[in-house]
């Protein structure tokens, strides 16, 4: 058995967990500060393209609506947009809502299976504080 072969797994594992950790805080940084700067009560498309400007300053790599296509037995059947992509790795799906819906989640985990992701994050601007307004979601599938 090859033990060290099983560490450096483990240990890049460990790295990336620690990198990601790092990367979703950024995020949630940029996105009290967009908060803190407009407030609640503005569209999704404006917090969206504020969190752009916010994430550009701090140097965090994303991409914003990010077409993801919908496959139904091997058959194409339409797309959604994910609303940020960050570093090719995390989810941002932005709302302007008072409160996070279950259907909220549901988009967002439909997001993270179809781009075979697993880590994303949930946030409506629509709140008196951000930090009730964030939700991380995982896809465990």
């Known amino acids: 058995m090859n033990h060290r072969g099983t560490e450096g797994t483990e240990e890049d594992e460990n790295e990336q ?5 790092g990367l979703t805080r950024g995020v949630i940084g940029a ?3 967009v908060h803190r700067v407009l407030g609640p009560g503005f569209l999704e498309s ?3 393209e ?9 140097r965090i790599p994303f991409r914003r609506q990010i077409v993801v296509g919908v496959n139904y037995k091997g058959r194409f059947v339409g797309e959604g947009r994910v609303d940020v ?10 709302k302007a809502v008072e409160h996070l819906a279950p259907i909220h989640v549901a988009q967002l985990l439909s997001y993270l299976k ?6 994303g994050l ?3 601007f629509n709140v008196p504080a951000l930090r009730l307004g964030i939700k991380r979601v995982v896809n465990d599938a």
């Open 85 to 94: 992509l960050v570093d090719g790795r995390l989810i941002v799906e932005l």
């Open 31 to 33: 996105a009290i500060e």
């Open 46 to 48: 404006v917090y969206e």
């Open 114 to 119: 179809a781009m075979k992701l697993r880590h």
């Open 122 to 124: 949930l946030v409506t």
């Open 17 to 21: 967990d620690t990198e990601l950790k």
């Open 50 to 58: 504020a969190l752009g400007v916010e994430l550009s300053l701090r």
